[in-house]
């Protein structure tokens, strides 16, 4: 066994932030970051333990040469470079791996990107959906740490309201738009509803693997082609309520889950089906949505739908 009192200050890391040393032979968590990062992925310390002993054990038997980190590849969702130098004082060097999910009604944009991501290292596309309902559910699964997302995806619900609600309900999850519309309304809008980025459709694909980057960073990203003035900031970061939109912003998740659907004119069994809820749930929630939106018939829902720019047909 390798007299692990003589590496107490070897550091490694299994992420940028998180930090494990050793103490009196045992592994320990060094801060809050190695905790969440031992949550996250459900890692046995113990087992962490015994591959940094063996990868320490080859550093210190090599060192005058790299040695093989095959060893690590049992690590769930981690990548792991296949050597290091020899004078590397951190053994066990991790990336995590992002988990995609990319949202836009054609089926021919959602492979490009796709494949375009599946070829980076750091990123793996883990699902795809067409209309904006069907991304919100994709996201409750909860297995999604970046959504690269279209605004318009119609028939349903506009993507200024589904940024919306993941950015309510999941916030963790980081959103990338990446739409045609290049007015700044959008742009805007966007961006206060939770939006992390916003690529143009027209860019070069450098454009959504820097936002990819960036956004995996904790960082916002603007394609290069767009310019943010102050008045632009200052409506992104406007926290006022929309008067307009009051009655809509009362509605419940489930509510505004339902919305869309019966103003696309779903029937009952049909909106059910969809969100896995009885067809008298669905009654109960359309009734309190005329009720609180103060509507009277199906066509006076459908126009408050389209005149507040919450579906795309």
Known sequence: MLETANWIQTFFDLSSDATFIFQADQLVVANQAGQDLIDAFDLDLDYLQ???????????????GCYDCEIMNQLP????PVDLPPDHTNPLR???????????????????????????????????????????????????????????????ESGLITAQR???????????????HEEQEYINKAIHNGAMS??????????????????????NYIDENI???????????????DVNLTGYNSLSKREREVFPLVALGYTNKEIAAKLFISTKTVEAHKANIV???????????????????????
């Open 94 to 156: 991790y990336t995590m791996v992002y988990r995609v999910l990319i949202a836009d009604d054609h089926a021919i944009v959602r492979s490009g990107i796709a494949y375009l991501i599946d070829k980076q290292p750091t990123f793996q596309v883990v699902g795809q959906t067409a209309n904006g309902t069907d991304t919100y559910m994709r996201v409750e699964q909860g297995d999604i740490d970046i959504l690269i997302m279209d605004l318009s995806m119609p028939p349903g």
């Open 50 to 64: 015994e591959l940094a002993h063996t990868a320490i054990a080859q550093q210190q038997s090599k060192a005058d």
């Open 227 to 241: 310019t943010l003035t102050k008045k632009d900031l200052s409506q992104i970061n406007f926290d006022g309520v």
């Open 291 to 313: 009720r609180k939106l103060k509507l009277e018939t199906r066509a006076d829902l459908v126009r408050y739908a389209i005149h507040h720019h919450l579906i795309d047909i």
């Open 198 to 219: 916003y690529v143009l459709k027209s860019s070069p694909d450098s454009e959504i693997l820097r936002a990819l980057t960036q956004v995996s960073n904790g960082e």
């Open 166 to 180: 993941i950015h309510e309900h999941y916030p963790l999850v980081r959103m990338i738009i990446l739409s045609m």
């Open 77 to 80: 969702e981690l990548t792991v």
